[in-house]
C-alpha cells in the first residue's frame, strides 16, 4: 500500500476506537484558536453532533504543560485533541494514563509512535505525507468524519476554509485538499472562479481592496488610495455605484476581465 492508503486505514482504525467510546460519556474537545482549528472543531462538533454524542468544548491558543495539567486533571475520560497535540504527545502518555485520547492534526509531530494504548493519533505525516503543505488539520477530522458519516461531506468546504486560512493553497492545492475540493465542488458549496487574489474582495471597497494588494504589487496603486481610483477609472470602470463604493462582486464579466488585464499589464 502507498503512504495515502496506509492513512486511511489509520482513519479506520480511529473509527472503529472512537465507536468504542459509550454514548453516555461526555468528550472533552480542545482545538486551536486558528481559522483551521476553528473549522476542525465545527466539523468535529458536527460529527458528534450527528452521532448523538455528548461534549464540551475548548478553543486554545496553544498547548503548554500547565494547559494539559488542568485538561488531565478534569473529570472526562474521553479527550479529542483537533489542529493541535501532535507537538505534545510525550506529555499526554505522561499526563492522561487511564484517559483515551484522539489526536486529529497535521503538524509535524515529535513522534511517530506512541507509547501505550490510550492514545490514538490520526496525522498523515506518519505515513511520509507532507501534511503542512497537503491538508489542513481541518482536513484531517473531515476525512475523519466523512469516513464515518457520509453526511458530513455536504460540510467539505469547512475543511477548504481550514486549507485556505493556514495558507495552503498556492494556484490550487495538493492531491489530499484537492481530493476534498473537489467533494465541496460536487455538492455546490464552493464555485471556483479564476481571478485575482485580492485580500478583502468580498467585504471592502474595489479601490481599497487594489490600494492594499501586495500580492501582486501594483505599481502607483499599492499603499496609494488615490493612485487606485484612478487606476480603476483608467480601466473604464467606475469605482462607485448609486449607494455607494463599488465592492468586486459589483462588477460586470466585462469589467472583471478588464480590471485583470489592467493588473497584469501594469505589474
Known sequence: MDSYELFNEDVKKTIDEFKKIPKNEIIRIVSHLDADGI??????????????????????????????????????????????????????????KGKKVFIFDHHEPEKVNVDGDNIFFL???????????????????????????????????????????????????ERMNNEILKTAIEKGKIK?????????????????????????????????????????QQLGINPKEDKGWKKIGHLSEEEMKNLVAGVILTR
Open 39 to 96: 473549522s476542525a472543531a465545527s466539523l468535529m462538533v458536527k460529527c458528534l453532533n450527528n452521532d448523538n454524542r455528548k461534549y464540551s468544548i475548548s478553543i486554545i491558543q496553544q498547548i503548554k504543560k500547565e494547559v494539559l495539567e488542568e485538561l488531565a486533571r478534569e473529570s472526562y475520560n474521553y479527550f479529542i485533541f483537533t489542529d493541535l497535540g501532535s507537538g505534545a504527545i510525550t506529555e499526554m502518555e505522561k499526563l492522561f
Open 123 to 173: 496525522n498523515p505525516h506518519k505515513f511520509g505525507i507532507d501534511a503542512s503543505k497537503e491538508v489542513s488539520g481541518a482536513g484531517v477530522v473531515y476525512l475523519f468524519a466523512s469516513c464515518l458519516d457520509k453526511n458530513i461531506e455536504e460540510f467539505a468546504h469547512i475543511a477548504i476554509i481550514g486549507a485556505m486560512g493556514d495558507m495552503q493553497e498556492h494556484n490550487g492545492f
Open 192 to 232: 471556483v472562479i479564476r481571478g485575482l487574489r485580492l485580500f478583502g474582495a468580498q467585504t471592502k471597497p474595489l479601490h481599497k481592496v487594489l490600494e492594499y494588494c501586495t500580492d501582486p504589487l501594483i505599481p502607483g496603486v499599492t499603499g496609494n488610495e488615490s493612485g487606485a481610483i484612478q487606476f480603476l
